[in-house]
């Protein structure tokens, strides 16, 4: 990006990516932008700079899609719940804006709106998800005629619906039922926003969410066998710029790997209508904006390993080096999640303070960043 100084502290954990590493991070690319969407009501509950929201918009406004598949989140019963809808209005992409972090039933619920629908679509999907979308392409062809364009968010994992619950639980005032529910909206790593039905809301940092989160607590079981951060095998990749030297900026970016020829024409046709600002980088500071969760994330073999330590099979399709480190960093990560696999303890986790949450949180990250 432009006038972007890189601050001490990226040049402090800054890796060398070699172009084995970049294989297999980061994938097959044709290029990478700095992104987000020019207009202001868009930017204001996305997640990060609203790229998605903002070339999904385009792409109705322009006829290019009919439809696309997006992620919801409801309150029911001071219950948050996640499923899927496909969004035809601006309107409907703006309700469906922000991250959700929650364990989704993909193939029970969006499969069938994407088999129902009559038109093109554009899909937005996990990573995993992509995986199950390309199979139904290539055994259906008229499933694979109606899709347009396929985004992949990052994704280091998601958690089971009992995170959400504790948070909930520790932000609700007695006697009174929850209504809405965000993640991640304002600035930065930016806030979690509680509605009630008396008409009040309450925002705490989205630390009281990410700090159980980035600790694997509650985490989905599928997610321990799983490398692929940045989506392989879609048209489109969008994600967090976790850069130091971007924290002070007004306005927060989307890291952006184009990997198809579709994909690149689709971001061009955004940038001439005046709906992203686009700045081309190299895949090194995509890679960069995700240092410490692209190798942690992509040596399932260390969690393979480090599983037998606590009873956790998991099966490992990357066969990937394991120093003393990442052997210690999965096995945290794995004894988190076996521990609140359990009804005793998640209730023992919710009981720890917060300030013991952010320490182990500390110790973890350092981990990791070795």
């Known amino acids: 990006m432009d006038g972007m100084k890189t601050s001490w502290v990226d040049r402090l954990f800054k890796r060398q990516w070699t172009s084995e590493r970049i294989a297999k991070y980061i994938g097959a690319y044709r290029s990478c932008w700095l992104a987000y969407a020019l207009d202001e009501d868009i930017r204001l509950n996305a997640a990060s ?26 309150v029911v019963g001071n219950e948050v719940q996640a499923g899927y809808r496909i969004a035809t209005t601006r309107e409907e992409l703006l309700a469906a804006q922000g991250s959700k972090y929650m364990e989704t039933h993909f193939s029970g619920e969006a499969v069938p709106l994407i088999e129902a629908f009559q038109g093109k679509l554009a899909l937005t999907l996990l990573p995993c998800d992509t995986w199950t979308v390309n199979r139904m392409r290539q055994n259906r062809p008229e499933i694979d005629a109606k899709i347009r364009l396929t985004i992949a968010l990052f994704c280091g994992h998601i958690s089971d619906p009992g995170l959400t619950r504790l948070v909930v639980r520790k932000a609700k005032p007695a006697g009174v039922s929850l209504t809405s529910f965000r993640n991640r909206i304002g600035h930065w790593r930016g806030k979690l926003r509680f509605g009630f039905e008396d008409g009040s809301t309450k925002e705490k940092p989205f630390s009281a969410f990410s700090d159980y989160q980035n600790l694997y607590f509650f985490c989905a079981r599928k997610c321990l066998r799983c490398h692929d951060h940045t989506g392989y095998d879609c048209d489109l990749s969008v994600g967090d710029v976790w850069l130091m030297a971007m924290k002070d900026n007004p306005i927060k970016h989307n890291a952006v790997i184009a990997r198809s020829a579709r994909a690149e024409a689709d971001l061009q046709s955004a940038l001439a209508a005046g709906k992203l600002n686009l700045q081309p980088v190299p895949v090194e500071l995509v890679a960069d904006a995700q240092a410490r969760s692209l190798p942690m994330h992509y040596n399932v073999t260390a969690r393979a390993q480090a599983g037998k330590l606590w009873g956790v099979k998991v099966s490992d399709p990357v066969n990937e080096r394991v120093r003393l480190v990442d052997y210690l960093v999965a096995a945290v990560i794995l004894f988190n999640y076996r521990w609140t696999s359990t009804p005793k303890g998640r209730v023992m986790v919710g009981r720890l303070p917060r300030l013991l949450i952010k320490l182990y949180l500390y110790a973890l990250k350092a981990l990791e960043v070795l």
């Open 49 to 74: 700079g609203g790229t998605i929201t903002g070339l999904l918009a385009h792409l109705l406004e322009t006829g290019e899609i009919d439809g696309a598949l997006v992620c919801t989140s409801q």
